[in-house]
């Protein structure tokens, strides 16, 4: 039995240029995702799929309409490979590694330098659950019942969390009251729905800021 664990990162696409190879059901998802972090996205298949075209006319991707060639996967950062052709796969991701760039083999964990977790969003909070490869089903079925738990008062958190964190000077009393409006009350009262509750506590404390320093 493996004991092998996978490595959990967030890329930060931005910018990045990503090859995609393949653009049936599975790259069809991916390319979503990809431009939604946006990523400069590369497209090279034969045959399309409906959300791939889609943001290829809208100008969110590069799309090449052929058949793969020794080569594409020359100046990209990352590359991922969807194709029903095993041989494929393996050509792309032997010449990936020969230029030192990480692939992902949807399915074939023998070809990945990271396998993908499942996900779900709402807003900016992911959630993402791995198995290490060996149950990507399991890793589904948890992932739709951690999401669950995520509720609109969760996103409200975050988003002013990070709108806090923008404004306020890094230090030790911006991590007290950072922490404190999630294990405190206005963290609770947000996840009741009650905003303007919320709001006064997060006020009484932004008075009080800088006092202590
Ligand atoms: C999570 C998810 C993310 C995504 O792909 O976006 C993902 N697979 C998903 C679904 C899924 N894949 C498979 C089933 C059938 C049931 C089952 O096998 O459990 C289902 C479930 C379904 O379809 O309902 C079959 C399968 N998958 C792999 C193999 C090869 C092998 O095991 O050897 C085989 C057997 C092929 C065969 O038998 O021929 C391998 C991988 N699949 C991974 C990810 C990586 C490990 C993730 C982890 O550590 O958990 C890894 C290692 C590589 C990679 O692909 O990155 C996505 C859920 C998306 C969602 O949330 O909706
Ligand atoms: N990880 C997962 O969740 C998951 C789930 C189902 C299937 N898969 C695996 O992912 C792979 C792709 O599945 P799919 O359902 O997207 O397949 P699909 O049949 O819908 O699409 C295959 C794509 O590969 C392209 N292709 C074929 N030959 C090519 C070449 N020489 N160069 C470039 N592109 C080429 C086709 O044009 C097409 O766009 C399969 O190996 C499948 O086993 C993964």
Known sequence: MSTHVDFPVCLRLQGKRVLLVGAGTIADERSQQLVDAGARVRVVAPSIGATIRRLAEEGRLELLERAYVPGDVRGHDVVFVATDDRRVSQTVADEARALGIWVNAADIPELCDFTLP???RRGPIVVAVSTSGLSPALARQLRRRFLEQVGPGHVQLARLSGWLRKR????????RLLKQLVEGEAGELLARGQRRAAWAQVRAALETFGETR
């Open 118 to 120: 499942s996900v779900g």
């Open 168 to 175: 306020l000077p890094c230090g030790s009393e911006r991590m």
